[in-house]
């Protein structure tokens, strides 16, 4: 058995973050999950919807992978990526640092896992990995998956080796803190801005503050848009709420990162920004409650009402994000 020596295992919510704490803790740098979804300006909004599609896709992050490379730009880390075509070369590019003694970040497909819970195929799934030995390999996923948790060689290599959306070419990556850190705190207010004027001038009405309106006119007409409401309406509820975030799809973590730096910094536009985040964080909650309720139901007028906070919530996230802007 190969196993990297003092890795810190907790699990966090977000599987990206998870991998992120444990890579960084081991060298050195123990920041909040809050903390280090913010610092990567990882909050976002899309509505991603297509024929191919069985049913829309609501999305509260950027797309996987940019909130790590956005996090060790900003903290000047070094991210060493790697992708490959090959099997045999992407375990090479695994094994080989955890036989140093150093973690590896893994970009995979949750669906092949032997542990993972629910049974979707998502591309851009984000585990750590410390360890292996002739059968299995030792990884620490979110919470809700039970953090410190092992999956056969064979199911990792399933995992890494899928195509689909949101997936990379057998996706592995290790980070090295240079002797001189940035301080976080000094980011603080970069990475905030960079969140906000992203969500306040989206490039296609799909994302940002626009997405969440439009959105908030497609939400309505979703007993059309499905042959199976009790089926789709509950999944997509479920996935604001219980998508490994803590609910209303990364609200309430970068409500969290809001009230950390409100800590640190003196600034009425972050108090105004934290307020109108938390605010927003209850308002998905109950979005995802209205849309659930219509699937058990089947009557319009659920979806109706959803339809009515999301338009709300998208003026809400507009404004604070309008006020964290001018930090």
Not at 44 to 62: E, I, T
Not at 110 to 139: C, E, I, N, R, W
Not at 236 to 248: D, F, S, V, Y
Not at 310 to 319: A, P, W
Request: include cysteine; charged fraction near 20%.
């Amino acid at each position: 058995m190969t196993m990297v020596k003092d890795v810190d295992v907790r699990g966090m919510r977000h599987c990206e973050t998870t991998a992120l704490g444990v890579l960084l803790r081991h060298e050195g740098l123990d920041l909040s999950e809050p903390m280090l979804f913010g610092l990567g300006s990882g909050l976002s909004f899309v509505y991603w919807d297509s024929k191919a599609m069985g049913f829309p896709f609501l999305g509260g992050r950027v797309k996987p992978f940019e909130l790590t490379r956005s996090l060790a730009s900003a903290l000047g880390l070094q991210l060493l990526v790697q992708e490959t075509a090959s099997p045999r070369k992407a375990w090479k590019n695994v094994a080989a640092p955890i036989d140093a003694g150093q973690p590896v970040g893994l970009q995979l497909d949750s669906y092949h896992l032997d542990y993972f819970s629910t049974k979707v195929h998502f591309g851009g799934h984000v585990v750590a990995m410390y360890g292996y030995d002739g059968q299995d390999a030792y990884l620490v996923d979110t919470d809700p998956q039970g953090g410190a948790v092992s999956t056969s060689l064979a199911a990792l290599a399933r995992a890494r080796a899928e195509r689909g959306p949101m997936s990379a070419r057998h996706r592995s990556f290790t980070i090295t803190a240079p002797s001189s850190l940035t301080s976080p705190q000094e980011r603080i207010i970069p990475a905030i801005r960079t969140c906000a004027n992203a969500f306040l001038n989206p490039p296609i009405a799909n994302l940002g503050h626009r997405g969440i309106e439009k959105t908030a006119k497609q939400v309505p007409k979703w007993l059309q848009r499905t042959a199976d409401p009790r089926e789709d309406l509950p999944r997509a509820a479920a996935l604001m709420e219980r998508a490994g975030t803590g609910g209303a799809l990364f609200r309430n973590l970068y409500r969290d990162f809001l009230a950390e730096c409100a800590q640190l910094i003196d600034s009425s536009h972050l108090r105004t920004g934290h307020s109108l985040y938390a605010e927003a964080a209850t308002l998905w909650t109950q979005v995802a409650a209205l849309v659930a309720a219509a699937g058990e139901s089947g009557d319009t007028k659920d979806l109706t009402q959803a339809g009515s906070v999301l338009h709300d919530l998208s003026r809400i996230e507009h404004d604070a994000m309008q006020a964290l802007s001018m930090l």
